[in-house]
């Protein structure tokens, strides 16, 4: 959204239309990678996070694709963002019903994606692929909202782990399957990966929940 409204064009060199202030691919890992850094207390992990930002932004300016203080001004819209969904997390609402969280986030994008729809975005394709990751993700995580706390182990984080990576798995697999047999159904893809990320969640608890009963 603020691309469209600052409409700063793309490096001219590149012949390639579209804007570039601020950088959403950096911003967006900044949101992605930084709520992670926030959450974890591993200090190898959050050496590697910040290698990887590193190397993004200066990959992005390396290839001409934005300037140093496009990937600035995306690191601090990033940070931002972090900061008001950590606030929004820690409130009694929140904490009690998590998923209310994805109602906050959807009193958020529909104005959002209202305001691209006036100003006659040529990109709205991709905007609805976000509203819909969006909805799975709010119907995921309102189903499946009371397994989030639970406890841990060094061996159930092991198998979180090894969760989440065949989680990824299978959203690559979904997308792969739906671009080359249903491509009609785009936008159900990405409903279905956002679906997936609470699921992963819920199924953590499965198993912790079945290593405690074996154990007792």
């Keep these: 959204m603020l691309k469209y409204t600052f409409e700063i064009p ?7 239309k579209g804007f570039a202030f601020p950088s959403g691919h950096m911003s967006s890992g900044v949101v992605f990678y930084g709520w992670f850094f926030a959450n974890i207390r591993y200090s190898l992990l959050r050496i590697i996070i910040v290698v990887i930002l590193t190397g993004m932004g200066f990959s992005l300016i390396y290839k001409g694709y934005h300037y140093p203080v496009d990937i600035i001004a ?3 819209i990033g940070i931002m963002v972090i900061a008001v969904i950590y606030s929004v997390t820690k ?5 009690k019903y998590p998923y209310m969280f994805g109602v906050f986030l959807w009193l958020l994008t529909v104005p959002m994606v209202a305001y691209l729809k006036i100003i006659d975005v040529n990109c709205l394709a991709w905007v609805w692929t976000v509203f819909w990751g969006l909805l799975g993700f709010t119907i ?5 909202y009371k397994y989030f706390n639970f406890p841990q182990s ?3 984080r092991f198998i979180n782990l090894a969760i989440i990576v065949a989680s990824v798995a299978l959203i690559e697999c979904i997308n792969y399957l739906f671009k080359q047999y249903l ?5 159900l893809t990405w409903f279905l990966i956002g679906f997936s990320f609470p699921l992963s969640v819920r ?3 499965i198993h912790i929940r079945s290593t405690h009963y074996y154990m007792k």
């Design 183 to 187: 491509r009609y159904k785009f936008y």
């Design 154 to 156: 060094k061996l159930n």
């Design 140 to 144: 995921s995580g309102g189903l499946f």
């Design 91 to 95: 409130e009694e609402i929140i904490q």
């Design 10 to 16: 793309l490096n001219p060199a590149l012949n390639i």
């Design 203 to 205: 199924l953590c608890h």
């Design 74 to 76: 995306s690191i601090t």
